[in-house]
């Protein structure tokens, strides 16, 4: 079954192959200054998660790609009262208009391979307004708005 978006687009399975994509493109400047982990994941790290994303049964990922070159992810993970979902363009894409893409096509794949009977929730850092364009264009709406205190080497402050 392929799912085919704009200009072509395709989603398909994570495969053990994607493991050295997810970690350029995690660690990409750009990428983590919208992530929540901003931090430089090591190749150790990285491949831990990998690993266990894979067996996990409640988390899943799929490619986006086009005339072969693949163009960013999209997970899908089950955490109890709703699933949440992230999306990471490979930087060659970015700012090319495909994540709205990228989220519509894997958001209708997985609710058809896995029907879930729970809110798809996506998690956005404030500064990230390419992220909240892009789910907006592919279907989904905005809920509420969280507001976090945390305390951080004695200083106060919130995301």
Do not use: C
């Not at 995690?26 to 150790?44: G, H, M």
């Not at 899943?60 to 005339?67: R, V």
């Not at 072969?68 to 109890?80: A, L, M, N, V």
């Amino acid at each position: 079954m392929i799912n085919m978006g704009k200009d072509g687009l395709k989603i398909r399975p994570l495969e053990g192959g994607d493991i050295n994509d997810l970690f350029e493109w995690r660690n990409y400047p750009e990428v983590r200054e919208k992530s929540f982990n901003t931090s430089i994941l090591s190749w150790d790290e990285h491949e831990r998660w990998f690993k266990a994303k894979r067996e996990d049964p409640n988390t899943t990922i799929y490619i986006a790609y086009s005339e072969g070159q693949k163009t960013g992810s999209i997970r899908f993970e089950d955490k109890g009262e709703a699933i949440k979902v992230s999306v990471m363009l490979n930087p060659d894409f970015l700012g090319k208009g495909l994540g709205s893409e990228v989220i519509k096509l894997g958001t209708e794949r997985f609710l058809k391979e896995k029907k879930p009977d729970k809110p798809i929730h996506a998690e956005i850092k404030k500064n990230n307004i390419a992220s909240f364009k892009a789910f907006q264009k592919a279907g989904y709406r905005k809920s509420h708005v969280v507001y976090i205190w945390e305390k951080n080497d004695g200083n106060q402050h919130s995301r």
